[in-house]
């Protein structure tokens, strides 16, 4: 079984920053891609940052420059490092891997329950 775990969240004003973290944990063989995505109330849950198991990233267009993606492969973890936010950055974050694991050797995508980034004054 694997499992993703965000953590990070919380309030911040605007023009602040915040880093969020996703560890992977459980029966991991291999960890490809991972990501960061987003979510709002009556909205499809969109890609915020890309990162690929070579390194390459990519970005939505509404947060270039001001986000950035990385990972800890010792660790397993991925991290979002979040400055300049903008209440419209407000939303549930969650993280996605696209993990081999030791059940039957296949890579599926696994998602984290998300954490909540409120931009506000």
């Known amino acids: 079984q694997v499992r993703l775990v965000e953590s990070g969240g919380g309030l911040v004003q605007p023009g602040g920053s915040l880093r969020l973290s996703c560890a992977a944990s459980g029966s991991i063989i291999s960890i490809n891609a991972m990501g960061w995505y987003r979510q709002t109330p009556g909205k499809q849950r969109e890609l915020v940052a890309g990162l690929t198991n070579g390194g390459k990233t990519n970005y939505a267009d509404s947060v270039k420059g001001r986000f950035t993606i990385s990972r800890d492969n010792a660790k397993n973890t991925v991290y979002l490092q979040m400055i300049s936010l903008k209440p419209e950055d407000t939303a549930v974050y969650y993280c996605?891997?696209?993990?081999?694991?030791?059940?039957?050797?296949?890579?599926?995508?696994?998602w984290g329950q998300g954490t909540q980034v409120t931009v506000s004054s």
């Open positions: 996605k891997g696209t993990i081999r694991d030791k059940t039957d050797f296949i890579a599926r995508d696994y």
